[in-house]
Each structure stands twice: as structure tokens, then as C-alpha cells.
Antibody
Framework: QVKLQQSGAELVKPGASVKLSCKTSGYTFSTSYMSWFKQIPGQSIEWIGMIYAGDGGTGYNQKFKGKATLTVDTSSSTAYMDLSSLTTEDSAVYFC???????????WGQGVMVTVSS | DIVMTQGALPNPVPSGESVSITCRSSKSLLYSDGKTYLNWYLQRPGQSPQLLIYWMSTRASGVSDRFSGSGSGTDFTLKISGVEAEDVGVYYCQQGLEFPLTFGSGTKLEIK
């Protein structure tokens, strides 16, 4: 069965960077697209960007350009998101999700809470 | 960016009642391929979103037939026929027509 397993919660200081992982199994990762999302607790969901695992090609929400960098490691079927120059406004739950029909997302990771605090 | 606007429900809703959740987009989501790029999700408390409906009216695999999607190019409805306790959570619509992909603000469903 398809699974997306995200790394654990992060507590990071302002100005620092963090790398989140999303390890997949149960499907052919190398020909799939993965997206990442941000959700501040109690608020809606924002799309950060998408990466094609086949060639590493990416597309970003303009709002997150310079903030997020998406990469993949096809040898381990894992997607990564680097978040840089963190501020308290980056404190949120981050999800990875597999692209499906109609640019919907059929499988989601469990989410990872990133807390930015000194 | 395409703005997605969702309506509210008169919570709490009695168990077994049918409800309709509305969503409106700032631009038509009907594409030249004849498909409407509107998706619906349920996010249960403390969980990740779950895909319910894609292409406005196609149920995702394993989703109960109590859920149905309909609409036009800009106005959409998710109907739940006979709400149950497991339906509690926040429902989101999402447009898949253009980047950046955008979500509505969510519609909370509570059951009594």
C-alpha cells in the first residue's frame, strides 16, 4: 500500500534552516510528482510547490520562492523540502502529498510540526 | 491567484441529516478538455487531508457514495447524504486549474 512517512517534529531558532523528509513506499516514486503544503494550526492549507521525481524539475508558489527548496532522492524514494531563514511566521505543520488526477492529491504524509522559536 | 470562497454550515448538524457545502471560485475551473478542476478534501481533527472528490464530481477510491460533488464552472457543492459521526472535520475545496494551486478557507462540520 502507498505510504508517505514524514520526519519528526522540529524546533529551530530564527534564522536557521531545516530539512524535512517524506519517505515513500508502495508505488513507483521515480515517475511521480510530489507537492508540499503549509498549514498553520486552525487555518487553511497553502500549496508550496511541486517536484517531478523523474528529473527533479520543480515549480513553486511565488510566495515561497527563496523560502523552500524541493529535492528528491530516487534511490531511497524520498522527497525533501529545505526551509531557509526561518522566522516565527514559518511555524506550521508541513505536509507532503502525491499528485493525482485533476491536480488533486490522493496520499498525504502525516504532517510535521515546525516550531521556530528562540 | 484564483480565490476559493467557502460557505459555512449551521452547526451542529443532526446525525442522519443531509448537508451541502458550497465553494465558489474567482475564475471558471472548466478547462478545454471538458473537465472541471475542482477537488474536495476532508481533514478530520488531528489528521492529514483526505481526498474525497476530484474533477468536481468523481469520487476518490474508497470514498462512501454518501459524498457527491456537483457544480458549474465557478459554483460548486459537496453534498453529504446522511451525516455520520465519522464525517466530523473541516472540508476544503481546492482548484487544480492554475498554479499556484489554492484552497478555500474550509467549512467545519460538527454533528449532534
Amino acid at each position: 500500500q502507498v505510504k508517505l512517512q514524514q520526519s519528526g517534529a522540529e524546533l529551530v531558532k530564527p534564522g536557521a534552516s531545516v530539512k524535512l523528509s517524506c519517505k515513500t513506499s508502495g508505488y513507483t516514486f521515480s515517475t511521480s510528482y510530489m507537492s508540499w503544503f503549509k498549514q498553520i494550526p486552525g487555518q487553511s492549507i497553502e500549496w508550496i510547490g511541486m517536484i517531478y521525481a523523474g528529473d527533479g524539475g520543480t515549480g513553486y508558489n511565488q510566495k515561497f520562492k527563496g523560502k523552500a527548496t524541493l529535492t528528491v532522492d530516487t534511490s531511497s524514494s524520498t522527497a525533501y523540502m529545505d526551509l531557509s531563514s526561518l522566522t516565527t511566521e514559518d511555524s506550521a505543520v508541513y505536509f507532503c502529498a502525491r499528485l493525482y488526477e485533476g491536480l488533486s492529491f490522493d496520499y498525504w504524509g502525516q504532517g510535521v510540526m515546525v516550531t521556530v522559536s528562540s | 491567484d484564483i480565490v476559493m470562497t467557502q460557505g459555512a454550515l449551521p452547526n451542529p448538524v443532526p446525525s442522519g441529516e443531509s448537508v451541502s457545502i458550497t465553494c465558489r471560485s474567482s475564475k471558471s475551473l472548466l478547462y478545454s478538455d471538458g473537465k472541471t478542476y475542482l477537488n474536495w478534501y476532508l481533514q478530520r481533527p488531528g489528521q492529514s487531508p483526505q481526498l474525497l472528490i476530484y474533477w468536481m464530481s468523481t469520487r476518490a477510491s474508497g470514498v462512501s457514495d454518501r459524498f457527491s460533488g456537483s457544480g458549474s464552472g465557478t459554483d460548486f457543492t459537496l453534498k453529504i447524504s446522511g451525516v455520520e459521526a465519522e464525517d466530523v472535520g473541516v472540508y476544503y475545496c481546492q482548484q487544480g486549474l492554475e498554479f499556484p494551486l489554492t484552497f478555500g478557507s474550509g467549512t467545519k462540520l460538527e454533528i449532534k
